[in-house]
């Protein structure tokens, strides 16, 4: 039997590797990708979906375009980091496949109301808009999640885009307060564990080996995704992020977390955007959400490597 999952993305490098993730598995069956403005605007995300799918060999897959804009705050991208297409790196064609019609938040509303409760789970790769949104149209749908699995926040690592705020968190952290007091079953893999998932050279090397077109266009896309981090983490420390939430669904014993409570900041101007996680329980706030907190690098990139290798 299948996991169906709802991939919420907003490619993005990271995010093309984790949705050919899941593509290049069996055991996920992908209801349809649904795209946000975040790492750049929606449009250029939405086509970046598309273009993932093509190169994964999987035109059937629907892409909805979502969210413009954050539910409260001004938009923030990061062209720095993604380069001007979100997806530099590989000279990918202009997709064929269509864009489709329906609003990515009434794919997801709908989605969930029609299938039976607690069978679909949703995966966010990047801000919270759009599940935000979601829940605000239809708050019933989240007793109908089977599970939200979603890339963002940090505690011991702090942040990556303020000194204390994680990007997808911080570009709407607002959304992310509604979907982590929805009382919706959620594990949170936050920088406190991406950041042990580095992409070396001697890891991307088994990419541009691949006889497919994944696996080169990934290489290309990781050198030019790598080179940012590096900057900023030193040479061979460039964590791959969004790829751990789907790895996390195909073998959650590379993983390593703990039942906690996680509140988001969206008061402060200093801190906006904090995932304030109650690691050692003293607050006695009720646990909402699974922390991962630690990885099997190893173990990681040897499935990423053995799942894209299968694709065409």
Known sequence: MTLPIIIDTDPGQDDAVAIMLALASPEIEVLGLTTVAGNVPVHLTSMNALKVC??????????????????????????????????????????????????????????LMARPAGTVTVCTLGPLTNLGLALLREPRIATRIRQIVTMGGGYFEQGNITPSAEFNIYVDPHAARLVLESGAPITLIPLDCTHQLLTTKARVSQFKKMQNLAGPAIADMLEFFERYDEAKYGPDDAPLHDPSVIAWLLEPTLFEGKLVNVSIECESQLTMGATVIDWWRVTGRPHNAMVIGSANAEGFFKLLSTRIARLP
């Open 54 to 111: 093509e190169l994964a060999g999987r035109q059937e897959i629907p892409v909805f375009a979502g969210a413009a804009r954050p539910l409260v705050r001004s938009p923030v991208t990061a062209e720095e980091v993604h380069g001007r297409t979100g997806l530099d790196g590989p000279i990918l064609p202009v997709p064929k496949m269509p864009l489709q019609t329906t609003y990515a938040v009434d794919f997801i509303v709908d989605t």
